[in-house]
């Protein structure tokens, strides 16, 4: 089991909910903000049975 972070994308939606964004800037700056981030955790069993779940929020309530 572990937990990935990746960056949040609204590719490819019509309404973005933030403003632009270009190329070349670093849109996350130093360290990690909290809107800027996705939790995905992935865990994987002896019998090669994979589990995968999109956390919305970081306190683990998304069970």
Request: net charge positive.
């Amino acid at each position: 089991m572990d937990e990935i972070l990746f960056r949040y994308s609204e590719k490819g939606s019509r309404k973005l909910s933030h403003t632009k964004h270009h190329r070349g800037v670093d849109k996350a700056g130093r360290g990690r903000a909290k809107g800027d981030w996705v939790a995905v955790i992935v865990a994987r069993d002896r019998q090669y049975n994979t589990f995968d779940k999109c956390l919305d929020s970081s306190t683990g309530e998304a069970f």
